[in-house]
């Protein structure tokens, strides 16, 4: 799993949550893993997989985390098992920072294939029509440097809050820019939250 | 089932109970399996006092993965030290199917304990090692 994820990326908004469910429910229901949080002080996740390749398998994540961080950890973990590294009797593990990796190797192939399906170049249908759409260039070259990101986030977040503050919501929904902000907003959160994915971006 | 070294298993049994009587051992083993395995009272006093080598209610090698597991909640329960539920955990699991079976398992922890750090999250992975290999 990834090496990079932080607990910077907060609040989250409920759309966030909502995304987090609906991956959640992508994993148990077509990747064969459940999901559950718990206090983990010594790790992130880690995913235990059965004495069977068709067994289901146990996903543990950190009650701490996030929802931008889970749907990462979500989508790292469909990538691990996409690539079948999810192998009968044996544990993948998302260690904490400064742990040392001997999987790392691993972890960084999933990643590559979690870049592609974020960015909307691979992945199977039915996960893709979860994820945002791909952004316009310009946000995805915001998203490469932290500052730049930082500030990108601040600013949707902004706008969210203005948003709210609004009386006729029903006028600015009838608008196109606003559900373009919002899955920009999605997409920030999880970017900042797991900044690899921003990596991407730079060779687009 | 057959268990290869029932003096050890039997040490291995009382540590990781740590002095909790061994009706409480059944109801917790009960409890955590949800009732997968369902040692009676009788088994599992012979069992740990190292007196059968034939493991009623352990007919597979499931069950000896499940009561593995379960085995070394309880000694995390107890407050046991992560050397001490290990050590013990790997007693009872070579104990009932042998070395080469339990090596398998084993080694999904000896790989996985480092990268775990603490007595909690230990915890946490044999719960849900305990959940996968419950029956479906």
Known sequence: MATEVTLAARPDSATLHLLEERLREYLEDRVGVRTRAADLRGARAFLVSGARPDDPKGLVVDRASSHAERVYLYLHVAAHVALRHDVPVMTIVEPRPGTPDPDAELHERAESVVRQVWWGRAGERELRALLPRPLARPLRLALRLPLTRGLLRLALLGLRRAYYGVGPRAVLDRIGLTRAFREALWVTSVVCAAPQLAREARRT | ?136
């Open chain 2, 1 to 136: 089932m057959r268990i290869r070294d029932p003096e050890r298993v039997s040490a291995a049994i009382r540590s990781l109970g740590r002095g909790r009587s061994l009706d409480a051992l059944v109801d917790r083993l009960y409890d955590l399996t949800e009732g997968a395995v369902s040692l009676d009272r009788a088994t599992l006093h012979r069992i740990a006092r190292g007196r059968t080598r034939v493991a009623r209610a352990i007919d597979t090698p499931e069950d000896c993965v499940r009561l593995y597991f379960a085995l070394m909640i309880l000694g995390c329960d107890q407050d046991l030290d992560i050397a001490t539920v290990v050590e013990e955990g790997r007693a009872v699991l070579a104990g009932f199917i042998g070395e080469p079976l339990a090596t398998l398992i084993f080694a999904d922890l000896e790989r996985t304990l480092p990268k775990l750090g603490d007595v909690r999250t230990l915890r946490e992975y044999l719960e849900e090692g305990l959940r996968v290999w419950l029956p479906k």
